[in-house]
Structures are given as C-alpha cells and as structure tokens.
C-alpha cells in the first residue's frame, strides 16, 4: 500500500499520478461498452458514458465520450436512491435506471449501475449510461408528439436487474417483450453490464493498491481543483448581467407557435446565475427538458466549453462535477426546461443546443475574443423503421451534423456535431449492406451559403436517405424559422430545412422541423438540410484570397464575393483582382 | 556478405553493419534536407570502420520518416479526386465528430487541410449497387476525361479514384483509372479498392486519399536513394521497413507509400522482438523513450501485434494500412514538468525537444524536464551522457527544477526531482496497461524491455508499476530500432472483403470465403515471387475479420490455412467467441457472427543470425569494468554511493548488485537497491529483484 495522505491532503505530484489511473479506468470502461455493443447510436455515435462514483454521488472519474452523458450520471444515481428496489443495495446487484422525473438525462439513456463493496461496506459505484434505440414507447425510436411520459415506453425507476448476484429473470424477460429492437437492446444492456463489471473490478484495484481513503481524498482534491479552475476564469467576466432570446420553431403539434427561450447570465464575482425564467411553459408534447438530467448538465457543458476550451488550455480539465459548483441554473418549475410529471420529456436535445448557443450570444458583448456566431444549435435526430420480412420491426436512428458559427480566428467548422452532440455517423456502406434504406446523397449543403463575415460560419448538411421498404420516420430537429445569428457585422447564417419525396407522385412533401410517426411508403426519401452558421465580423475584412478559395471550392459564388465581400475575381486564372477588389471595398465602405 | 540497417529519425540517423568481421555502429545527425544524404555517408564511414568494400554490402533495410514527415508538415502533392456523384464531401466530413468535447476553437485538420480539396474532387455518375455489386449507373466516361483536363489545367500531381461500393466491385475504379492514365500518363494514381479493400467509404477514401498526398514525394525520395546507392557504387538491395514490422521493395513502397507512414517505430519494436530472442523471452513490452514520445508495444508469444483498422490513423486521418498496434504517449527526456496556474502538476506532454533541450543542454531552456531530474538525482553524470558529446550543466538543472517546481510546491529539488520521474513514470506505466490489461493481457508474464538512450533509466520503475517480473535491456540501447532492421523480413499484406454468416448456412457461404482465400494466397504469391530472393520459403497466414451480427468493430481470427471448409468455418465461429471474451471479458455465445474480411500476410522469414556471444570472464570479475563511485538518489528517496560500470566490460553470466548505473555509450541503465543486474550470453542485461 502506498503513503497515507498527510493531514487528508495529497500532495500534487501524488495526485496526479491517481487523476492518470481515473482516466484510464473511465476510457477502459467505455471502450467495452463502445466496442462490444450492436445498436449503431451506440457502437457507431458512441451515446454513451462511463465513470466510478463515491457512495456520497460525486464523480471520481467519468469517460469523454458524449457531452450530454459528462456529468449526468450523479443526477441518475440520486434518483435511484429515491426509489431502489428492496431500499437498500447489497453486494452483485446491478440496477437498471431511466427515470425522467428521478433523475434521467431522457428515458431511452439507460443507466447500469452496479454497486461496489469494499470489507463489506459500501464505498461507491460504476456506472454508465447508453441511448438505446428502442424502450417500446409510443412510436419507434424517438418520440414527439405525445400525451405524456407513459407514452416513452419502459420506464425504469431503480430496479435490479441481479440481486446479489443472481440475475432477476422476471425482469429481464419483461425487457425482450416490450421493445421494438429487443435483441438489440438486450446486448447492448449486458454490453454496459460487462462495462460496470469492469469498473468494479478496477475501482477494488485502485483502492488496494492505494487505501480507500487516498482514493476518496484525491477525488475530492480533484473536484476542488476544477472549481478553482473555473472560479478563475468566472472571475474573470466583469460582473454585470447578460441576456439573450431565441425562439425554437414549434412544440412537435401546435405548428407555427414559437417557443421562446430567454437566457440571462448573472456573473457575481467568481460565481454565475443562468436563469432561464421567461422561457416558454411545458409544451403538451415530448419536447421537454429534464431540469436535473439535461437542463443543468448542458449549462455545465455550455461553460465548459466557453472558458475552459480544451482546445485553447493546455491544462486539461478533470471530468468531474467540481467546476460546476460555481454555477446555479434556475428554471421555473412547469416550464420548458423544469417540466411537472407527467408531462414527456423525452425529445430535449436541440433545446439543450440552443440554450449554449443563446448563453454565447449573451455574454459576446463582454466576451468577444472568446464567443463564436450563431451555430446550427440544433440536431437532427431521425429515427427510421419498417416492418422485416419475418414480422419483426427494424428500427434505425441518425444522428445528422450540424455546423459551427464563424469564430473570432477562424472560420466556422462544416457538417460536424454541434455543442452538446458529439456523435459518430454510420458508415453509408455499413448501413446500405445490413438494412432496408440506402443514402442517395452526403455532402455539403449548396442550395444556400453559409453566413458571410471576416470568418464565415460553417457549411451543414445534406443527407438524403431512401427507404427500400414501408415504414415509418420519426424526425427531431429544430431551426427552420430562426437561423443563427451573425455578429460583430457577420452576415446571418440560414434555416435548416426537411423534404420528404413521394416515390409515386414525386410529390415533395415540406416537413416541420419535428414530426412523430410519418407513414411512408417504399421508395420515399427523406432529405434534411442542416442549418448553417452565422459569420463573424465584417465580410469586407476577409481575406479577398479566402474568397478566391470559397468560390474555387463552392462555398460562395461569384456574385456574393463582388456583392457581399467586394472581392473580384478572375475565374479563368483563378486569381483574385487585387486592384478592381481594392476599388469595389473602398466604394462599399463609402456607402456604409 | 555484408547487411546494414539503417534507422532515420527525425534527430539522428542509426546505422548497424554485421558481416563476417563483427558488428559495427554508426550514429550521425540526419539529413533533414535529404536523408539520403546521410544514408550515404553513414554506409560509406561504415564500411570504412569494418574494411570492407561497399560492394560488398548486400542488403540494406531501411526505415524512414520521409513518408510520416510529409503528413506532419503538410507538404503532400496536389491532388484530385474522382469520386461517385452526391457524395463529394465524404472527406470533409468524415464521421462528423469532433476532436475536442469542450471546445469552441478546435481545428479539424480534414477540413482546415484537407488532403484533397473540395474544388479537386469531382463528383462523377456512376453507381454500384449494394449488397450484390451490380452495376446501377455506368461509369460516366467523358465527365472522367473532362475531371482530367481540369487537373492538367490546375498542375495536379496525383489523383485518387474514390467510388461508393468498390468493395464489392472495383470495375468502375479500374476502368476511371485507365482513363486518368491515358489521359495523364504517368500520373500517380490511388484507387480505393487497391489500397484498402473494405467496407466504409470514408476510412477507405481516407487511405487511398493519404497514399496519393504522400506518393509523389516518398517515391521521389526512394528513387533518389536508390540512385544515390548506385552512383555510390553501394549494390544492396534495398528493403523498405513498412508500419506493419515487415520490409518491402521499393517498388511495392513506391505503389503504396500509405504502408511506410510508421516505419520509424516499427523498427524499434521489431528490435525488442529480436532482443527478447536472444534472451530467451517471448513475452515483451517494448518501451522505446526518446526526447519528446515513448512508443509503447507488446510482444505476444514472440509475435507483434498489428493495430486493429478501425484504430488506424495518422494525424487525425484515418489510415487502413497495417500497423504493429503500438501505443506513443508524449513522455520523454525533454518533457517539461510545470505546475500550472490552477496548482496541479504535469510532466509532459510538451517537450523542450533538441532546441532548446533539457535546461541542462545550456542552450537557453529554462523549463526543467526530465532529463534535468535524471541529472539532479545524480542518476545521469553531466560529463557521460549524450557519449560526451555535450557537456551537461547539473547547476542549470538544479536552477530550473527548483524556481518551477521546487519553491512553487514548497519542496526540496531533490522530491521535485522524484516528483517529476514519478509522473513520468506513471504515465508510460498507465500506457502499458492500456495496452496489456486493457486488452487482456497480464502484465505479470511479460518482460519490460527498455530502449532508447533514456529508457534504461526507467526500465525497473516500470516493471513494478505494472509488476511485470523482469527487465531485459538490450545490447544497444540508444541503436535498437537500427538493429532491429537487421532481422526484419519482408511482409506483405492483402485482403478481401466477404460478409458472410456463421454458423454458415449453405455451402455457398464456405465457398465465397474459401473462394477469397485462395485470391489472397495467390496475390501474395505473385508478390513474394516478385521480389527475387533465391530459396526463400514463404510464410503465410490467414486471418478473418468478424464481429456479432449488429456489432461495429471487427476482431481478428486466425485461420489454419487458407482451405476453408464448414469444419474450419466452425472452428472459426468458436475461436471467435473466446478472443471476444478475452478482449472485453464477454461473449454472446449464441449471437450469430459476421465474417467482414479475410486477411492474409505473407511472409519471408528474416535472415537467421546467431547473436554474437559475450566473452567469459577473466578472475579480474566486474571490477575490470568498474569506473568510478557517485551519490546516486533512489525512487524511496535514499541517496546512495553509488557504483558506475562500463556495460560494454562486463562479460557472459557476470551479475552487478544494485546500486549501481551501467553506462555505455549513448544509454545509462539503472540498477536499484535490492536489483540485480545480470549479463546475458547475448549482450543483454537482465534486471531481477535479488534476495538480500
């Protein structure tokens, strides 16, 4: 065994040899998780996290896998403490938990929890938590237009899937009948189970070789260590506070009536309020928010992202919940983002995207160099099924990219995951050998261009998908009527939007941004439209050889170099002209 | 009959010469305008120092960073790309997701450098249609010619044919391809269905995409090499090291450059390999420690592993060409140790590099890095590393260590010293296990194997972190990779795509994958015929690619043979649900299984060469090596008198009693309290727990 801390406190060359054994485990477990599992949101878009827990809750190491699953298990495991099965945990039981209202980030993202035990007391927990593609809620995949949360299917409110070791075999049996994609999920559950077992066995490890108490007082060191962190950089926003407002385009039902959302950003000293009062009430639909699961976990991530960009610091950040202590999130019980049982909430993610997105936006008067343009701040969460010759369903979900807003040095990154999503898309090949659906098109978007500015936002996408047999689709996505914003004089980004093509009419049917259960038919394609982000800064300031390159390359057109850019060009020689683009800005600046 | 191995890296090019006079070394800065500059010099001073004629040197095996060098710097050819139409932007794309989870300001190096760019791939009409493979759209033709006259307008030097579906049927690539060629002759050109034959068009774009980026040049450098060779009147054939530990012709080098992108690291694996030999050991993690990374391999029952082709990339590319499966972490003699503004600790993974070096160099680094503990522990001597050839500055180590580390954390420079090599330590420790027990392998039945001039410094710290029971230190520490080259054989690789069910439902199953194995054999073949190496017996072994009906990632079976049977399909299905348990500690034993791909490598097995056996000793025992006594600081703090032999005096079966350090010349091996270090009949030296 290794030295006791000194009075409880480890020094720093010594906690940092324990953060390297953390990270390790939390990747290890993911990787099995990710590596062994059978349904594509899982194996392929890696919707997932893993981490060890102390038995107080707090986060001693968490994988870096999805952002909506960093910092989401906590929430689950206090909700599974409010409704364990036999009221109390014994040594070989694995919990299974999905529970909205206690805790869940959504209820398609189980959590597998398994209990550890050291000398015979309870001293902490692995866990995971994977988006499974179907719990047999009301349409197949994903659902929108609901009553309310017994519409999503199983729900699962701490109970055991092995007592001490023994598997419940009622329960396990009840799970292969009331899925869509039952042997999938199955797997995909004894995938996480092998994960959390995996943890175990290192978590006991851990504490051998280093005594509980070391363990637990690094952990706790550590979570004190990225609050510190994050104080610092809250501190550093002069006090004040900070609004903005957006309004996402409909509920799933009642069609043409936005929802507004309305951000303020309190910063008071080296701690910060977002409040989210002002935003629309709980819609009858789907399309709610878990306050604890979601809401918090997305403003958490929002400042993450913001002032500890793990791309600008070269000091990487523990994942634990430390660096969220400084900040409160408050959102008035029934509304969008804090909704009252029974009402659904299943569909929350692109109203995550847009809170980070209006936070952004909120705090780019005082933080210029730091805040992007308006991004796509949206998803686009497709779920396709049809019926299998021998009677079973199949059932496919999408997760399709969105783009980023121009950024203060550099251009806005194209067809990417956007803020919170972080997925990986499915090999169309992969796709078209093992299912009834075949991609017609993946590119980038050409039918409008991206927001114009110094740094122009990112391209999205286009994907069209064709069925190849009778089914349905279920599509969420948001941004058809509010495109991102452009700043600092950057040019407005565009509206995202969805067709699906009848293949008998060749009718073109315009779809909403969100809709459940969509019949159609063989042959049908659906195509999406990701939108585009907002520029950054004046168009005249860009660099007129980055035009050259965006008209060579597609992304702008000869015309709106000259209109919007004032840069001319000689297209035969593919070359800017350098003294007609010098008179044609000279002239557009005199008229502003 | 002479052979010379010859490593270049990115600060010194290593060359070894063994003919029938003994084994010569040779060590001189690499070329970095050319390297073919100091191949050349380094095989004439070689020749010279053993008095021999170059003429009489018949192989030269090679490694290389020329072809990784052009990925890091960016500097590839121009490029265009035929690609099927609705789908230009594949590899722009990618699989949409992010480097970074937290991150507003990333980059994403495929689409700030894309290696083709958008206005060079050409969207053409054409369609194969899955799963059968038949042709839906015919190859447009003219629009394949129209793409060509844009690429002769916009000077490009290499073009990559890229089409959805290839994989079940390359007609539309081969043919798009005669057209470039008559269109273009000469032109380099990359089809997907040559370079990587799998399913996933975006991995597989990706490769055939890199291959052509990095072809115009890398063969530009092996042609001049060889050139240089022969106007050096040097007549070796010349074998390049490819990224998968096997050495290729130039030609197949050339055709497919994609295959040498980690030639350099290879080596020193394959090193470790052939050092484990020689001690008898088949279980070996390799840790090679250089100025700013330590690669990281493991060596399975005296066989590399290869990197499953799924984890295959090279700077943020995804890259499906075989690699030894090696783990580089950024920790190495230059890796700064700091205490950040938030207090936490770290070592690495920022290195001072060669300039300005360690604060020890005395060229203007003021950031204390490992090396600089080395030298405060008194575990390096300021006048005997680096062979001499720079006079280190213990009083600048010691200044750098104490005003960043030291006074920050209110420590003496001696724990921050420790402090800083334990980190190190930890990391490369954490990087072993993931590469052995995360992958189901006991760290307990393998051997360390430290190498590069700095890793014979680390090599026992190691062993107990992972508690792996032995260190085996090569003869040549700082030359490993070079002399690894030496007993390297040539090795090829193909494979073919074949999704097939088991258990297997029909024969026609059996015969499609039976059908593919006998292609592969046949390809490798025709490859190994090509090389010309009189009497050589071919090695080859096949390999099937499956995973659980439904799954993403494939793992790699062997097959017996390449005679596929419903007997061998069963064994198959069998063998494939123990390595899954191995791999994740789980396995769906009733779970139908998919067969991807079949595999196949075909081997030359290496020129077998005894290694040369240490002397015996003389009566005068250890104390005929002995130089001179030190204080030396230990991992528990202790400071110790601490004695320094000359390894290379030592002799067969002789045991030096730690304390003690065994300098030679480019590498210092460790020997701690309550170690034994012990002289193998090969050269190596075996570091052992001893009973007090």
């Known amino acids: ?592 | 009959m002479a052979r010379i191995g010859v490593d270049v890296g990115g600060t010194n090019t290593d060359l070894v010469l063994e003919c029938h006079q003994g084994v010569f070394y040779h060590k001189l800065p690499t070329t970095l305008e050319d390297q073919s500059i100091g191949v050349i010099e380094g095989i004439l001073t070689l020749c010279e120092q053993a008095g021999i004629r170059v003429e009489e040197v018949d192989t030269l095996l090679h490694g290389t960073t020329t072809a990784t060098n052009i990925t890091i710097e960016h500097n590839g050819a121009e490029c265009g790309m035929l690609t099927t139409d609705g789908f230009r932007d594949i590899l722009h794309i990618g699989r949409h997701k992010r480097p970074h989870n937290f991150s507003l300001h990333f980059d994403v190096p495929w689409q700030s450098r894309p290696l083709v760019r958008r206005r060079n791939r050409i969207p053409i009409m054409e369609r194969i249609s899955p799963p059968t493979g038949e042709i839906e759209t015919p190859l447009d033709e003219a629009a394949v010619r129209q793409a060509c006259a844009l690429f002769r307008k916009r000077g490009i030097r290499a073009v990559v044919i890229g089409f959805l579906f290839s994989f079940l049927n390359d007609a539309h690539e081969v043919r798009a391809r005669e057209i470039v060629l008559e269109e273009m002759p000469g032109i380099f050109v990359s089809i997907s269905s040559e370079i990587s034959n799998t399913m996933r068009e975006y991995e597989r774009f990706s490769t055939a995409a890199m291959n052509s980026y990095v072809g115009p040049p890398t063969s530009f450098y092996l042609r001049r090499l060889q050139k240089g060779l022969e106007a050096a009147n040097i007549k070796a054939r010349l074998r390049i090291m490819q990224s998968n530990g096997g050495v290729a012709s130039v030609e197949a080098c050339c055709e497919r450059p994609v295959n040498i992108l980690m030639s350099g690291p290879a080596g020193g694996v394959m090193g470790g390999l052939w050092e484990g030999a020689a001690a008898d050991i088949s279980n070996i993690i390799t840790v090679d420690i250089g100025g700013t990374s330590a690669d990281i391999a493991a060596i399975v029952n005296g066989e590399v592993k290869v990197k499953n082709p799924r984890d295959t990339e090279v700077g943020g590319y995804p890259v499906m060409a075989p690699m030894i499966d090696l783990v580089t972490i950024g920790a190495g003699g230059g890796s700064i140790a700091r205490v950040d503004e938030f207090g936490a600790f770290h070592v690495g993974p920022n290195s001072a590099g060669s300039m300005p070096g360690p604060a020890c160099y005395g060229r203007g680094g003021v950031e204390p890095t490992v090396t600089d503990a080395h030298i405060v522990l008194g575990r390096l001597d300021p006048d005997k590393a680096l062979n001499g050839r720079l006079a280190l500055r213990r009083d600048l180590a010691e200044k750098a260590i104490l005003e960043k580390i030291a006074q920050p954390l209110g420590i003496s420079a001696q724990e921050a010293a420790l402090g800083i090599i334990r980190v190190i330590d930890n990391n490369m420790a954490l990087a072993i296990r993931s590469t052995t027990v995360a992958r189901g392998l006991d760290p307990r039945e393998f051997a360390v194997m430290p190498f590069g001039g700095a890793g014979p410094l680390h090599g026992v710290a190691l062993a107990e972190a992972v508690g792996a029971p032995e260190v085996i230190v090569p003869v040549a520490p700082g030359i490993t990779a070079a002399v690894g080259l030496l007993r390297t054989g040539v090795q090829y690789e193909h494979v073919e795509p074949v999704l097939v069910m088991l258990p297997a439902q029909s024969a026609d199953a059996v015969e499609r994958l039976d059908g593919a194995a006998k292609r592969l054999k046949s390809n490798l073949l025709s490859d190994l015929s090509s090389l010309g190496e009189e009497n050589a017996t071919y090695d080859i072994t096949f390999f099937a690619e499956c995973r659980y009906a439904g799954q993403g990632f494939e793992l790699r079976v062997p097959l017996e043979n390449d005679l596929i049977s419903s007997n061998s399909a069963g064994n198959l299905l069998k063998d494939f649900h123990a390595i899954h348990h191995q791999d994740y500690g789980y396995s769906y034993p009733d779970a139908p299984v998919e067969v991807v791909s079949l595999r196949a490598t075909g081997k030359i097995p290496p020129q077998q060469e005894e290694a040369r056996e240490l002397p015996l000793p003389d009566e005068q025992g250890i104390a005929r090596a002995f130089l001179y006594s030190k204080q030396t600081v230990f991992d528990n703090g202790q400071s110790l008198e601490t004695p320094r032999y000359d390894r290379t005096r030592l002799c067969r079966g002789e045991q030096v009693r730690g304390p003690a350090l065994l300098i030679q010349q480019d590498a210092t091996t460790l020997v701690p309290p309550e170690y034994a270090a012990e002289m193998l009949s090969r050269g190596g030296t075996r570091l052992k727990r001893c009973a007090i």
């Open chain 1, 1 to 592: 065994m290794e030295k006791a801390p000194k009075n409880g406190f480890l020094d720093p060359i010594f906690l940092q040899v324990i953060r390297g054994a953390f990270e390790t485990i939390a990747n290890e477990m993911a990787h099995v998780l990710h590596r062994m599992s059978f349904s594509s949101i899982i194996r392929e878009s890696e919707d997932l996290g893993a981490g060890l827990f102390d038995s107080q809750f707090n986060t001693l190491c968490e994988s870096e896998s999805t952002p909506m699953h960093i910092g989401s298990i906590p929430a689950y495991l206090r909700g599974i403490q409010d409704t364990l099965e036999d009221g109390e945990w014994y040594d070989g039981d694995i919990v299974v938990h999905n529970h909205p209202y206690h805790g869940s980030s959504h209820s398609p993202d189980l959590a597998i929890v398994m209990p550890i035990f050291h000398e015979g007391r309870l001293i902490g927990f692995a866990a995971n938590t994977a988006h499974h593609v179907d719990i047999g809620a009301a349409t197949p995949g994903l659902i929108i237009d609901v009553p309310d949360v017994f519409a999503e299917g199983m729900l699962f409110a701490g109970n055991k899937l092995y007592r001490k070791g023994q598997p419940n075999k009622a329960l396990w049996n009840f799970i292969r009948n009331n899925s869509r994609a039952a042997q999938h999920l199955v797997a995909d559950i004894e995938a996480q189970i092998a994960s959390v077992r995996l943890g175990k066995t290192r978590f006991l490890e851990l504490v051998e070789k280093y005594s509980e108490k070391t363990v637990l007082a690094a952990s706790a060191q550590l979570m004190d260590y990225a609050e510190r962190m994050m104080r610092q950089k809250i501190a550093a926003i002069p006090d004040g506070e900070y609004a903005a407002k957006g309004y996402l385009d409909d509920d799933g039902r009642n069609r043409g009536q936005q929802l507004p959302v309305v951000v303020n950003v309190r910063v008071t000293g080296d701690s910060l309020e977002v409040d989210l009062t002002g935003s629309a009430p709980q819609t009858p639909t789907a399309y709610n928010v878990p306050f604890e699961g979601s809401t918090k976990v997305a403003v958490y991530a929002a400042f993450r992202k913001l002032l500890l960009d793990s791309a600008c610091q070269d000091v990487p950040v523990p994942s634990n919940e430390g660096s969220f202590r400084p900040i409160t999130v408050t959102a008035p019980l029934g509304s969008i983002y804090n909704p009252v049982f029974p009402a659904s909430a299943e569909a929350r993610f692109t109203q995550c995207n847009r809170l980070i997105d209006l936070i952004l936006r909120a705090l780019a008067p005082v933080m210029p160099e730091q805040v992007i343009a308006g991004s796509s701040a949206s998803i686009s969460f497709a779920a396709y099924s049809g019926l299998k010759d021998d009677g079973n369903y199949w059932v496919f979900l999408e997760v399709n990219e969105g783009a980023y807003g121009g950024r203060p040095k550099s251009d806005g990154p194209d067809s990417i995951d956007n803020l919170m999503a972080n997925t990986r898309n499915n090999p169309i090949e992969d796709l078209a050998m093992h299912l009834p659906m075949r991609c017609e098109r993946y590119e980038l978007r050409d039918d409008v261009f991206p927001g114009a500015g110094e740094f122009r936002g990112g391209i999205g996408v286009v994907k069209s998908q064709r069925m190849l047999s009778d089914g349905f689709i279920t599509h969420e996505s948001e941004r058809h009527t509010d495109a991102p914003w452009g700043l600092f004089a950057g040019h407005d980004g565009a509206v995202g939007r969805c067709t699906i093509t009848s293949s008998q009419d060749k009718k073109i049917r315009h779809m909403s941004s969100k809709f459940s259960g969509e019949i159609v038919k063989s042959d049908d394609m659906m195509t999406y439209f990701s939108p585009n982000g907002g520029g950054y800064g004046s168009p005249l300031k860009r660099s007129p050889a980055k035009v050259l390159d965006d008209v060579l390359d597609g992304f702008c057109s000869v015309d709106v170099a000259h209109d919007v850019y004032g840069v001319v060009l000689d297209l035969e020689r593919e070359v800017v002209d350098e003294s007609a683009t010098r008179a044609r800005r000279q002239f557009m600046m005199s008229c502003t």
